[in-house]
Structures are given as structure tokens and as C-alpha cells.
């Protein structure tokens, strides 16, 4: 049993900044992969970062590169999203999720624990 959690989303105005956390707990492992995902309503859910196991290798969708940072914190089973400059496009609901591959991907099928989601809301 793998529980994650997502928190730290809100609404925030058009060129502000929030910090995402997800936390796992249960049967974890600091070998696991995270990854965020969003979904935007009427909208397939994407991919926006990924970080493997060891913090070594990461990934943005274009959409958010130089914008968001992601990082993690092994000992504290927890891994982070910093949002900047946020813009309305990135209103959606994020979703963590954690991989046992390890490695740090952009398919939503290759994650196996996932988080209820967490409902990010830019205004303009």
C-alpha cells in the first residue's frame, strides 16, 4: 500500500507563485520516480515534470520550462512543484505520482501511485 498526497494548491492571481508538495507514504520506497501531471478541464491530462529517483534527472513540458522547478526530498519521502510566473493557461488540477521504474518519465502510464489531485486556479 503506497498513499500520495498532494497539497499546496490555491488560487492565485496571474504572475504569482505557489509551492506544490507530495507526500508518500506506506510502502515507499526512495527509489521511486515522481512526476506531476494536470488536467485542465475538457482537456487530456499532461505531463509538466518528472524527477528520478535520485534527483538527477529531470524533465519539463515546454509549456513550464523556466518557470516551474521541481526537486524532492528523499529522507522526507516528499517531492516538490515551484510554480512562478504562473499564467490562467495553467489553471488545472495537479496530480502527483510516483513510479517504481525510477527513472523520471513523460507517460502517465508508466506511474503507478497516484495522488487525488490538488486544484491550482490562476485568475487574470
Known amino acids: 500500500q503506497v498513499q500520495v498526497v498532494e497539497s499546496g494548491g490555491g488560487l492565485v492571481p496571474a504572475g504569482g507563485s505557489l509551492r506544490l508538495s507530495c507526500a508518500a507514504s506506506g510502502r515507499t520506497t526512495s527509489r521511486f520516480a515522481m512526476g506531476w501531471f494536470r488536467q485542465a478541464p475538457g482537456k487530456d491530462r499532461e505531463f509538466v515534470s518528472a524527477i528520478n529517483w535520485d534527483g538527477g534527472d529531470t524533465y519539463y513540458a515546454d509549456s513550464v520550462k523556466g518557470r516551474f522547478t521541481i526537486s524532492r526530498h528523499n529522507a522526507k519521502n516528499t517531492a516538490y512543484l515551484q510554480m512562478n510566473s504562473l499564467k490562467p493557461e495553467d489553471t488545472a488540477v495537479y496530480f502527483c505520482?510516483?513510479?517504481?521504474?525510477?527513472?523520471?518519465?513523460?507517460?502517465?502510464?508508466?506511474?503507478?501511485?497516484w495522488g487525488q489531485g490538488t486544484q491550482v486556479t490562476v485568475s487574470s
Open positions: 505520482a510516483a513510479s517504481e521504474y525510477g527513472r523520471a518519465t513523460m507517460q502517465d502510464y508508466t506511474y503507478d501511485y
